[in-house]
T-cell receptor, first 118, second 113 residues
Framework: GAVVSQHPSWVICKSGTSVKIECRSL??????MFWYRQFPKQSLMLMATSNEGSKATYEQGVEKDKFLINHASLTLSTLTVTSAHPEDSSFYICSARDPSAGMNTEAFFGQGTRLTVV | GNSVTQMEGPVTLSEEAFLTINCTYTATGYPSLFWYVQYPGEGLQLLLKATKADDKGSNKGFEATYRKETTSFHLEKGSVQVSDSAVYFC????????????FGKGTRLSVIA
């Protein structure tokens, strides 16, 4: 099946620095990717939809200047957490669906990135 | 709008017990339905899916049947194992490759030996 790879799997950074998380579709072209945030023992919160070659669409309440999304190619989307603070510590997960596989297809998920801001 | 409601956990079962996690949905049209599983510290993995009414998805001993009349997609397993301990998410899609899945809140399952 299709594979989505996310990197890094975990990162620790100092408060005030920026962190970039990469999400790659390994065997299909993803014109659209999705970024989620998950707090401990809670569900997934959709943060934004990343569109190849255009601006990302952010969900209500998500700061676009804080969470920069770039989707420069059909296989790579990046999420940059700028000027990170301890409250940004969370588990971030990317996802993509393979549009060539048809209308009823599942989404494939990256392994997730555990961000800890100290 | 589209939404998914699943039973709240946590659910704690003894090994070899029968598992049911309820999931109901609200959607326009005919969505596809999914169950995902998330093991600790990992992303989500597709467990099973069903794309039309009366379809039964199955995998690793888990089953779920797409019931249009009751708008449900309950997850069942006849005999759970300790290794099944995870968080289970019910989800639906609006049948477009460019839209995100709609997820339930997740149900945490703990199986004890």
């Amino acid at each position: 099946g299709a594979v989505v790879s996310q990197h890094p799997s975990w990162v620790i950074c100092k408060s005030g620095t920026s962190v970039k998380i990469e999400c790659r579709s390994l065997d299909f072209q993803a014109t659209t990717m999705f970024w989620y945030r998950q707090f401990p023992k809670q569900s997934l919160m959709l943060m934004a939809t990343s569109n190849e070659g255009s601006k990302a669409t952010y969900e209500q309440g998500v700061e676009k200047d804080k969470f920069l999304i770039n989707h420069a190619s059909l296989t790579l989307s990046t999420l940059t957490v700028t000027s990170a603070h301890p409250e940004d510590s969370s588990f971030y997960i990317c996802s993509a669906r393979d549009p060539s596989a048809g209308m009823n297809t599942e989404a494939f998920f990256g392994q997730g990135t555990r961000l800890t801001v100290v | 709008g589209n939404s998914v409601t699943q039973m709240e956990g946590p659910v704690t079962l003894s090994e070899e017990a029968f598992l049911t996690i309820n999931c109901t949905y609200t959607a326009t049209g005919y969505p596809s339905l999914f169950w995902y599983v998330q093991y600790p510290g990992e992303g989500l993995q597709l467990l099973l899916k069903a794309t039309k009414a009366d379809d039964k998805g199955s995998n690793k001993g888990f089953e779920a049947t797409y019931r249009k009349e009751t708008t449900s997609f309950h997850l069942e397993k006849g005999s759970v194992q300790v290794s099944d301990s995870a968080v289970y998410f019910c989800a639906l899609t609006r049948n477009s490759g460019n839209t995100p899945l709609v997820f339930g809140k997740g149900t945490r399952l703990s199986v004890i030996a």
